[in-house]
Each structure stands twice: as structure tokens, then as C-alpha cells.
């Protein structure tokens, strides 16, 4: 914190909950209570029947209800920590995300599941590399453009320098193999560098060498093309390629428009693979209907116009900063709903994204725990600076006669 802005903190006449901005914690606790039910609900068939569960029904349930405990705890600790400080050591976090993606590679380091080198085991919870690299990656880049804000407008220099070090970024997210996150991160920095005022042509340059690049990717990578062209027609092999599409597509159609009930769900019934984590909102829609489905995007939606707000709120009080690391934080929140909600409908092709807040995933949930804590740091001190305003000795008005012409 600066001391600029320091007694004006102390000098604040809001009280502890006038400063909290309650509409986005209530949201934000909503989404995590769904998401322990609806994990609880779709794991329990699957737990009590697996060996690797040890036939426990309960096993991904307890397990989810860890990490959320975690989560909070790691929120708690997060949103006592002051803006200026992630600030100042945002080139700390480009060395330790470089460091970490780096070291997921190494054999024996990183840990392979499902043909992707994603994880690090720390004996107590598996860490996904690319989970913490996003949020690295925004504080890193809501700093860059906080600082560079000129250069970012004057040419090249300063439009080349963040493509670079987004271009590693994304290199060694593909070497995992991870296309999913790539891609939000792509869309994340990119956004990042529209709100920070880059070049409306830039903007667009950016933006077609990033399509092209993942486009070619997706084209080179034989797997990656065989899901493109299931993708197109999932019936024509609903038992291979198109197996775990068809079957999410068969759990929309069983909830029609009310659902069949918490609980009552057939396609987690060792139907649908990964219900539990990337398609649990599959399983969501089979037990809640379209209804329920549209009231989990309604609670996203609102999550991400609250926190744009207080992006908004940040940036009138003339906090770059903060307004751009959290406009990031909502483009990442709604990208990653949207591609879990268009993969799990066949709106997208099949990628592996958790749905934020409700998926299994340790490293997920604690990752969004800690975002949704910078965001309300972030909106805890502007609330002091609007306090503090507010107590400022106001000058008299003079009244000024204005003459009479006659």
C-alpha cells in the first residue's frame, strides 16, 4: 500500500461491512455450496463401486469438501495481503510461472494422467502447473500494462514485448500437453491488452496470429483433429470418439425442462466419463432440467457483471492495476464457463476445463478461491478510498451574482 493513499484507509468512516461487498461473496459462496452438492451427487455412484475409492461412496465428496475448506483458508490469507504488494513483485510471479512449467516437464518431477503432464505432486494435493500460471499471468500482465501504458500505445516496442512473453507462456502449455488452458490464457491476456488501450489494429493483428496458432495446432495434432471432426457429428460413432458427448447430450435430453431430481441421475450411473469434474454440468442439467441449467449461468453471470464492477469502481478511482487484474479475473471466470458449458452442450469441441467453483479439482477450486479474493481486496480498498473521501473537508461554495441584462 502507498503511502499516499495509507491514512486515507484509516481515515475511512465505513464500517467493516460496508466495505464488504456482500451481493459478490453471496454469489460466490452459492456457486461453492452447489458445487459440493452437485459433486456429492455425481461421484457417489462411481465412488462406491471403485476400487481405486476403496468402494468408499463418499471418497470425491470428502475430498472436494478439503479443498474448499483449503480454498477458504488460502482466500483468507489472499485478501489480507494488499494490492501494491502483488504489484510490486508482478516480475516475481513471470520467474516462478516460467519456474513451474517448466519443472511440470521434467520426468519424475511431473506427474502424467491421461496422456498430459500437467500436475505436481506435493504428496497432500496434486498441483496443476497451468491453474497457478493463469493467475501469475494476470498479475503479471495487469502490471506490465499499468506501467507501460505509453509504450503500449506508441508502437511496436511495447505490443511485442507482451506477445513474447505470452508466446513462452502458451509454448510451454502446449508442451504438457495443455490446449485448454492455453487458449483461456490466450483470450484472457488479450482482452487484457483491449481494456489497457493497445491499438485497435494491433488488436486485431493479435488477434489473427493468435486464431491462426491455435488453429494450427489443433490441425497438426491428430487426436486434436479426430475431436474437431467428432465434434461435428458425435452420432456417427457414439460408441468411441463420439461416446462422451453423446452420452452428455443424452443427460440434457432426460432433464427436459424440471429435471429428474438431486440424486436421480442416470448418466452418472457409469454412462458418462469425467461427470464428476468436466462434465458435471451435464449432470446438473439431467437433474435440474433446463431451469437449473439456466440458473447456474444466471449465478455465473451475475458473478461476472459484480466483479466487471468493481473493475469499473477500481478504475474511476484511477487504480490500473487493480481494474485491469480484475477484468482479467472476469474474462477468465466467463471464457471458462462458457467453453465447460458449450463442451458439455456440443456447442464446442470436447476440452478438458473444469467448470469454476463447482468441478472436482483441487488445484481449481483452490486457484478460484484465491482470484475471488483479490477481487474483493480489490474492492475493499477502493470502499476506503470512497470513505475516506467522504470525510474530506469540502471547500464553501461560493455564490457567484450573475448580472441581470435587462
Same mark, same amino acid.
Given at each position: 500500500?502507498?503511502?499516499?493513499?495509507?491514512?486515507?484507509?484509516?481515515?475511512?468512516?465505513?464500517?467493516?461491512?460496508?466495505?464488504?461487498?456482500?451481493?459478490?461473496?453471496?454469489?460466490?459462496?452459492?456457486?461453492?455450496?452447489?458445487?459440493?452438492?452437485?459433486?456429492?451427487?455425481?461421484?457417489?455412484?462411481?465412488?462406491?463401486?471403485?476400487?481405486?475409492?476403496?468402494?468408499?461412496?463418499?471418497?470425491?465428496?470428502?475430498?472436494?469438501?478439503?479443498?474448499?475448506?483449503?480454498?477458504?483458508?488460502?482466500?483468507?490469507?489472499?485478501?489480507?495481503?494488499?494490492?501494491?504488494?502483488?504489484?510490486?513483485?508482478?516480475?516475481?510471479?513471470?520467474?516462478?510461472?516460467?519456474?513451474?512449467?517448466?519443472?511440470?516437464?521434467?520426468?519424475?518431477?511431473?506427474?502424467?494422467?491421461? *496422456?498430459?503432464?500437467? !500436475?505436481?505432486? +506435493?504428496?497432500? /494435493? &496434486?498441483?496443476? =502447473? @497451468?491453474?497457478? #500460471?493463469? %493467475?501469475?499471468?494476470?498479475?503479471?500482465?495487469?502490471?506490465?500494462?499499468?506501467?507501460?501504458?505509453?509504450?503500449?500505445?506508441?508502437?511496436?516496442?511495447?505490443?511485442?514485448?507482451?506477445?513474447?512473453?505470452?508466446?513462452?507462456?502458451?509454448?510451454?502449455?502446449?508442451?504438457?500437453?495443455?490446449?485448454?488452458?492455453?487458449?483461456?490464457?490466450?483470450?484472457?491476456?488479450?482482452?487484457?491488452?483491449?481494456?489497457? *488501450?493497445?491499438?485497435? !489494429?494491433?488488436? +486485431?493483428?493479435? /488477434? &489473427?496470429?493468435? =486464431? @491462426?496458432?491455435? #488453429?494450427? %495446432?489443433?490441425?497438426?495434432?491428430?487426436?486434436?483433429?479426430?475431436?474437431?471432426?467428432?465434434?461435428?457429428?458425435?452420432?456417427?460413432?457414439?460408441?468411441?470418439?463420439?461416446?462422451?458427448?453423446?452420452?452428455?447430450?443424452?443427460?440434457?435430453?432426460?432433464?427436459?425442462?424440471?429435471?429428474?431430481?438431486?440424486?436421480?441421475?442416470?448418466?452418472?450411473?457409469?454412462?458418462?466419463?469425467?461427470?464428476?469434474?468436466?462434465?458435471?454440468?451435464?449432470?446438473?442439467?439431467?437433474?435440474?432440467?433446463?431451469?437449473? =441449467?439456466?440458473?447456474?449461468?444466471?449465478?455465473?453471470?451475475?458473478?461476472?457483471?459484480?466483479?466487471?464492477?468493481?473493475?469499473?469502481?477500481?478504475?474511476?478511482?484511477?487504480?490500473?492495476?487493480?481494474?485491469?487484474?480484475?477484468?482479467?479475473?472476469?474474462?477468465?471466470?466467463?471464457?471458462?464457463?462458457?467453453?465447460?458449458?458449450?463442451?458439455?452442450?456440443?456447442?464446442?469441441?470436447?476440452?478438458?476445463?473444469?467448470?469454476?467453483?463447482?468441478?472436482?479439482?483441487?488445484?481449481?477450486?483452490?486457484?478460484?478461491?484465491?482470484?475471488?479474493?483479490?477481487?474483493?481486496?480489490?474492492?475493499?480498498?477502493?470502499?476506503?478510498?470512497?470513505?475516506?473521501?467522504?470525510?474530506?473537508?469540502?471547500?464553501?461554495?461560493?455564490?457567484?451574482?450573475?448580472?441581470?441584462?435587462?
Amino acid at each position: 500500500m502507498s503511502t499516499a493513499t495509507a491514512p486515507l484507509y484509516q481515515s475511512s468512516n465505513l464500517t467493516l461491512g460496508q466495505r464488504i461487498d456482500w451481493p459478490l461473496l453471496c454469489l460466490w459462496f452459492a456457486l461453492l455450496s452447489i458445487g459440493l452438492v452437485m459433486v456429492s451427487s455425481a461421484s457417489i455412484s462411481f465412488s462406491a463401486a471403485s476400487k481405486f475409492t476403496h468402494n468408499d461412496a463418499w471418497y470425491f465428496a470428502k475430498r472436494h469438501g478439503i479443498y474448499l475448506l483449503m480454498g477458504l483458508a488460502l482466500a483468507t490469507f489472499v485478501v489480507a495481503i494488499p494490492i501494491s504488494l502483488w504489484e510490486k513483485y508482478s516480475g516475481h510471479f513471470l520467474i516462478f510461472t516460467l519456474f513451474l512449467l517448466v519443472i511440470v516437464l521434467i520426468p519424475g518431477i511431473g506427474r502424467r494422467v491421461n *496422456g498430459s503432464q500437467r !500436475w505436481i505432486n +506435493l504428496g497432500f /494435493i &496434486m498441483v496443476q =502447473a @497451468s491453474e497457478i #500460471a493463469k %493467475v501469475c499471468a494476470i498479475m503479471f500482465f495487469a502490471s506490465f500494462f499499468a506501467r507501460r501504458y505509453q509504450e503500449l500505445h506508441s508502437g511496436w516496442q511495447g505490443f511485442l514485448k507482451p506477445l513474447m512473453i505470452m508466446g513462452v507462456f502458451v509454448l510451454l502449455m502446449l508442451c504438457e500437453p495443455d490446449f485448454g488452458s492455453a487458449v483461456v490464457l490466450c483470450v484472457t491476456v488479450i482482452s487484457m491488452m483491449f481494456i489497457a *488501450g493497445v491499438r485497435i !489494429w494491433h488488436f +486485431l493483428l493479435l /488477434i &489473427m496470429i493468435a =486464431a @491462426s496458432g491455435m #488453429a494450427a %495446432v489443433a490441425i497438426l495434432s491428430p487426436y486434436r483433429m479426430q475431436r474437431l471432426v467428432t465434434y461435428l457429428d458425435p452420432w456417427a460413432d457414439p460408441l468411441k470418439g463420439g461416446y462422451q458427448l453423446t452420452q452428455s447430450l443424452i443427460g440434457f435430453g432426460r432433464g427436459e425442462w424440471t429435471g429428474l431430481g438431486l440424486g436421480n441421475s442416470l448418466q452418472k450411473l457409469f454412462f458418462l466419463p469425467e461427470a464428476h469434474t468436466d462434465f458435471i454440468f451435464a449432470i446438473i442439467a439431467e437433474e435440474f432440467g433446463l431451469i437449473g =441449467a439456466i440458473v447456474i449461468v444466471g449465478l455465473f453471470a451475475a458473478l461476472v457483471a459484480r466483479i466487471i464492477l468493481v473493475a469499473k469502481n477500481n478504475l474511476a478511482r484511477g487504480k490500473i492495476f487493480s481494474a485491469l487484474a480484475t477484468f482479467g479475473i472476469a474474462i477468465l471466470f466467463s471464457f471458462q464457463v462458457f467453453v465447460n458449458v458449450g463442451v458439455s452442450s456440443g456447442l464446442l469441441p470436447t476440452k478438458g476445463l473444469t467448470l469454476p467453483f463447482i468441478s472436482y479439482g483441487g488445484s481449481s477450486l483452490l486457484i478460484c478461491c484465491a482470484l475471488m479474493a483479490f477481487v474483493l481486496r480489490a474492492q475493499w480498498e477502493v470502499a476506503g478510498l470512497n470513505g475516506a473521501e467522504s470525510l474530506a473537508p469540502q471547500k464553501p461554495e461560493t455564490t457567484k451574482r450573475k448580472a441581470v441584462i435587462l
